[in-house]
């Protein structure tokens, strides 16, 4: 079952890149961060507060999520929802909670099964998901480029905004108790500060 785990902070390309590899290699692909995303989705939704851990864990458990073209959560195509700026708010404090992170494990887990592996990306997949995935990729890039790809991504009007808004889920995430984000031991670290989509993709598909 051949897993290319694809992790790093908001910004470092990831998304685009990991969905560009899945496409050259012909397998599929899975955004782990759709995932925690529409867990937020659906606590806003139903007011429940981000930090109440055993309403997440219950809400979690319940929760119909389908990843395709579109996000559906329990049927609503939740699409552009879960990237607005209710669900960026909230996110990082969602996935704190290890219940909520065990749920979502379990179902990344069961999606490679059912895919017979693939290219999955987030924040953990190559420490706790798929530790023993066949590739795994580290990506970073400077603070000040990835807050200018959020920028161009989001057009969002100020730059030092978005600045401010990843570091502090760069803080959130990488302070976590639960699956910190950061490098797997045997990732290959590569900062994309520079590079082309194009180039960093060749580089991945060279390695698997
Ligand atoms: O990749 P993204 O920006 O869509 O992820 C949104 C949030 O989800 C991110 O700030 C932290 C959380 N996340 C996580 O904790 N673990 C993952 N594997 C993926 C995302």
New binding site residues.
């Given amino acids: 079952m051949p897993i290319v785990a694809i992790d790093g902070p ?1 910004g470092s390309g ?2 685009t890149v990991a969905r560009a590899v899945a496409d050259r290699l012909g397998v599929a692909y899975l ?4 995932m ?2 529409s867990v937020a989705f659906a606590a806003l939704r139903d007011g429940i507060d981000a930090h109440d851990g055993d309403a997440l864990a219950k809400l979690a458990g319940n929760l119909d999520i389908e990843l395709g073209d579109r996000v559906l959560v329990d049927g609503t195509d939740a699409t552009a929802a879960i990237r607005g700026p209710d669900v960026t708010a909230l ?2 404090t969602v ?1 704190t909670h290890p219940a909520v ?1 065990a749920d979502m494990v379990r179902r990344q887990r069961q999606w490679a099964a059912e895919h017979g592996g693939g290219v999955a990306e ?4 190559g420490t706790v ?1 798929f530790p023993h995935a066949d590739v795994k990729v580290f990506l970073t890039a400077t603070e000040a480029e990835r807050a200018r790809r959020r920028q161009r991504d989001d057009r969002a009007p100020d730059v030092d905004v978005v600045a401010a808004d990843l570091a502090r ?1 760069d803080a959130l ?1 990488s302070s976590r108790t639960t ?1 910190p984000l950061r490098p797997a031991d045997d990732a290959v670290v590569i900062d994309t500060t520079g590079r082309t989509v194009d180039d960093v993709v060749t580089e991945i598909v060279g390695m698997v």
């Fill in positions: 908001a990831k998304s955004d782990t961060g759709a925690y995303r996110v990082s996935s992170r987030g924040r953990d997949i998901v889920r995430d699956s």
